[in-house]
Structures are given as C-alpha cells and as structure tokens.
C-alpha cells in the first residue's frame, strides 16, 4: 500500500509524554529518580546572575584611577545597599568637615570589581532566583545533575495550530454545547475561574478579556480571528515564538485562524476529560524547529508502572485523518481515499505529488500532499 510523510498533529487518548524541565543556568535539582511530581511543584532552581551598573568613582570623587584603592571602603565581594558609601576621599589637612566627598552604592548586590585604569566599580545586582516546575503530574524520569529532569506521564494528548501564553495548568470546564458554538462572553461566568475553557468553532476578543476578568486559566478553541488577536495583544505576532505573552490566560487555538468547527474528535476528547486536571502550553513557533500548542491531561500516576505505549508513526496511508492546511479547503477535516503514486499537474502548471482526501461531507478532492497534515492518534 502506497504511503508517505508528512507532518502530523498529534490527538490521542492515549500517548506517553515526557518533559524536559532544565534551568537555564546550572543549579539545584530538588527530586530523586521515581518521584511523583504535581504540576506547581520546583524540579529545579538557580539564581541568575544580577545585573552590572559600573560607578565611576574616580571621576565622582575628582582623583586619578591609580589612586582608586586609597579612598575604596568596600573589597571585591563585599555586600552594598544603594545609599551606602563605597568610597570617600580623605578630607583636607585632616579636618573631616574640610573637603571631604562620598561616593554611595546605586543599588544592592556586590562589589563586582575595581579598575585602577578606568577608575570605576562595578556593582553587581542582586541574584534573581529562578524556579523550574513540573508542568505536568507525573513521575521523574531521569535527573539531569545541576540541570534538571525529565517527567513522564500516560496522558490525552492534544496539539493545537496556533497559540500564546506560556504553560498553566487547571480542571477542563467544556464551555459551549458543541464544537460548532462561538465562545461569547455570555458563556463565561464566575465559577469559571482557575479553570482550562473548552470552546467550539471561535472565541471573541470579548469572551478572551472575560475569561481573564473572572480568572480563567485557559482557552482552547477551534478558531480565533487575527484581527482580534492584534487588538487583543496591540501588536502582531509575526513568525517569532510565542508564549512568553502575559495576557492573564493561555491560548490554544486548534484549528486554525477565522471561524472553524473545533474537530469533534477533539470536542469529544476534552469533553470526555471534563473536571481533571490538564496542563497547558500557547507556545508556538512555525519556522525551523516547529513547536506546537498543546493540552495534556495527566492519567492516574502509578510510580514506575508506565509503559511506553507510543507506536511507531507509520505515515500517511489510505484512511489516515488529515486535515488541510491551505487554500481552497483550508481547515477542512477528511481522510486520505487515494495516494496516486505519478506526479500530478498543479494549476499553478507546477507537478507534485497529490493524495485525494474524502472529507466529512463524502465528497473528494486532490489535494497536494504538502497542502495537508496528518492528524495522529
């Protein structure tokens, strides 16, 4: 049977997830090997570095650089709060009301060095703590010495198009009676708050700045315009990564931009897990090294029962789910009815291999093979 490759979003049930959680500086891990780990608990910390303010001292105090260490009160390493004197010249003829001149720390932290050629101080700021959760409940992997670790956990798994807002986490509230409901804000109430918004075909800008008046934790939707994503964050994304927004509420969007039914795999998938727990991640990037949106939602954690259960991605063949990415049937959801093996003529005069996709409604069409993704499960 004739099959190819081609990118796929994942939406299963069941699949094996496995989590990088590294500091970005060397530090501290805080768990052991086969550790049960919630989502809010610290894998890992360090501190970053504070930052550098230089003082120029010599020219404050009015004396040459050579002279910096004769009129320096503090020593390399030594503690300073901002208002503090660092250095004093020596007063005129010994009278200490007579012409004597202070120099004072601009901030806490360090004295970082003392250059007796440019005759300034730098202060070092104070240390920033950094702290690496779990993300998702499971159980630790494997520790990472002075890096990290990597947690594992059997989840439903679901991979979005397009997202913003970093990594959260709360129980699944299915808020719209179907996959094909806009998510207004008259759906949006109050005992909303710390939770995970399922939509259905749209979210509204309005529904978006409700969600986080109430407190919601996140949103997943089939479709959202970008017209209200710009004015929702005042700027556009561009092809940079998100997830770093801090818009009060994390994203997924799973579908695609305008007004498209969340796949009803997907609706039934969440709705199946309403009330549990779920972590979620708006990250994106769509250039060199794909990242993608996601939903996890954590099965019972049993220590160091998990199998990996994840099979081997076969390809795209004859009755894979695919869904298209590009113009005309944008967005369409089907399954793969024929994989022609010859290249085929494009409008565009251009030949590219072509697979033919049956979609929900039966009927078919020849769609470049690059024009479509795999969803797995």
């Known amino acids: ?19 990088h959680r590294i500091l970005p500086l060397k530090g501290e891990v805080m768990v052991r090997v086969g550790d049960i780990v919630g989502p809010d608990d610290v894998v890992a910390r360090t501190h970053l570095p504070g930052a550098v303010v230089p003082l120029n001292i010599a020219n404050r105090l009015g004396i040459p650089p050579e002279d910096l260490e004769i009129v320096m009160l503090k020593k390399i390493g030594d503690r300073i709060h901002a208002g503090e004197p660092v250095a004093a010249s020596k007063p005129l003829f010994g009278l200490k009301f007579l012409g004597q001149s202070k120099c004072e720390a601009t901030i806490d ?6 250059s007796h050629i440019t005759g300034q101080v730098l202060q070092r700021g104070e240390p920033t703590p950094v702290e690496v959760r779990a993300y998702v409940q499971g159980e630790v992997l494997e520790v990472i010495p002075r890096e990290g670790v990597v947690v594992q956990c059997l989840a439903s798994f679901v991979q979005g198009i397009f997202g913003i807002g970093g990594e959260t986490h709360g129980p699944i509230h299915i808020a719209v009676p179907d996959n094909k409901t806009v998510l207004t804000p008259e759906f949006i109430t109050a005992n909303m708050k710390g939770r995970i918004l399922v939509g259905g075909s749209l979210v509204t800008a309005d529904a978006i700045k409700k969600a986080v008046s109430v407190g919601a934790k996140g949103i997943v939707v089939g479709g959202f315009d970008d017209k209200d994503l710009r004015d929702f964050l005042g700027y556009d994304i561009g ?57 996890v939602i ?25 869904r298209v990415i590009r113009h005309p049937y944008f967005g369409r959801l089907g399954s793969v009815s024929k994989l022609p093996s010859p290249l085929q003529k494009l409008d565009s005069e251009s030949h590219a291999r072509v697979l033919e996709v049956e979609f929900d409604d039966g009927k078919r069409a020849l769609v470049p093979r690059a024009n479509v993704e795999m969803i797995e499960s």
Do not use: C, W
């Open 1 to 19: 049977m004739g099959h190819a490759y081609t990118p796929g979003l994942k939406v299963t049930e069941k699949l094996l997830v496995r989590k």
């Open 298 to 322: 954590p099965k019972a954690v049993q220590k160091g029962g998990m199998k990996d259960v994840n099979a081997e991605i076969e390809g795209l063949k004859i009755g894979s789910p695919v």
């Open 109 to 114: 932290g360090t004295i970082e060095s003392i």
């Open 239 to 295: 092809v940079a990564i998100t997830g770093s927004e801090d818009i009060g509420v994390t994203l997924v969007v799973t579908e695609g931009f305008g007004q498209i039914n969340m796949a009803l795999r997907t609706y039934e998938l969440l709705k199946a897990h309403e009330g549990e727990l779920a972590s979620i991640n708006g990250a994106t990037q769509i250039r060199a090294g794909v990242i993608r949106p996601e939903v």
